[in-house]
């Protein structure tokens, strides 16, 4: 199956890690009992699963500036020997 994520991923122009974010998403929707059968269930599912992937993205990034910025305030408390404890 790994090999079918990573086509998929390459088909649709992102990488390996975002298509299992999606594979993810829209395997627990199905779980949750969402479907894509017909076109009005196919635009609600595809909808929150773009929303959920879109929120998650923006606060993983978030996160990421958020531990980028302690690491720097941590580095110049060290640089003048005030480092946290």
Known sequence: MPGVAKAQAKK???????ELHLLTVHGVLHL?????ADPEQEREMFALQSK????????????AAQEARR??????????GLEES
Do not use: E
């Not at 649709?12 to 975002?18: C, E, N, T």
């Not at 949750?32 to 894509?36: F, R, V």
């Not at 959920?52 to 996160?63: G, H, K, P, V």
């Open 52 to 63: 959920l992937l879109s929120d998650w993205r923006t606060d993983r990034q978030a996160a």
């Open 32 to 36: 949750l009992g969402y479907d894509h």
């Open 12 to 18: 649709a122009g992102h990488g390996l890690a975002d």
């Open 71 to 80: 690491r720097g305030d941590a580095a110049v408390l060290g640089a003048a």
